[in-house]
């Protein structure tokens, strides 16, 4: 479809089976973004994952408390870094990685530095891995914020940078009406006006994931409304692919429509 520069979010859910991470997805997610960026595509990859990691290296459940899902993310982060070089490394693309907090957003000075280094990582086709800086910030860590498991800096990258497209993976395939996995009848929500008219049930958060369907609409709703395309479809192997070559099986919402 002709989309110049894309970012990619995923988030902990998507990247979990049980208790482990889903090395998979990962590895479908180096070769897809690989790929889009040898066709001529500017890649920002968004990913959640750090506690993830922290926590099957730990083996211990999902923190119930934030200073220890900091800790979890600390330990995890590098964990997290690591699968992605090795996933990278595969398709000879190089990869950066780029910690922020929300205040990066706020500050025109910080703002810019961000923009300028995003600019010359394009120049040099490296495709920027970026995360929270979870032992000092704690947005895509709350519960409580309107914008979790880095769904807001998917948002933010998308339209501070100027994306043509925002993809979100999850762990279901779109907006529905209802909770999919508990109503097989349940219906795809596939325009923005239905989306915001709350024809949606938001249902629990899922198990690891913090964001929830209510950050993701907001996230979509920002972008779209800012002229930036956006995609919410299931993480797996050719999910960034089919987005991108039109056949988007999640929910797709245009840009102006």
Known sequence: ???????????TNALMRGDRINKSIIRSLASELSEAGKNGAEVILVTSGAIGF??????????PDMQ???????IGQNLLMSEYEKAFRKHNQVIAQVLLTPNVFTNQGALSNLGSTLEKLFEMKAIPIINENDVVAVEALSETKPF???DGFAALMAVNFKADLMILLTDVDGFFTE????????EKIR????????EMVHGRKSKY????????????????EKGVSAAVCKARKGAVKCVLEGNCSGSFFEAGK
Do not use: C
Not at 68 to 74: D, L
Not at 211 to 220: C, H, N, P, Q
């Open 1 to 11: 479809m002709g989309f110049k520069r894309i970012v990619v979010k995923v988030g």
């Open 54 to 63: 922290g926590i099957e290296k730990m083996r211990r459940g999902f923190p």
């Open 68 to 74: 220890t899902r900091q800790a979890m993310a600390a």
């Open 148 to 150: 979790s498991d880095n």
């Open 179 to 186: 909770n999919p996995k508990e109503n097989h009848k349940a």
């Open 191 to 198: 325009s923005l006006k239905q989306l915001l008219a709350g």
């Open 209 to 224: 994931g913090l964001g929830g369907i209510k950050s993701k609409t907001l996230a979509v709703q920002k972008v779209v």
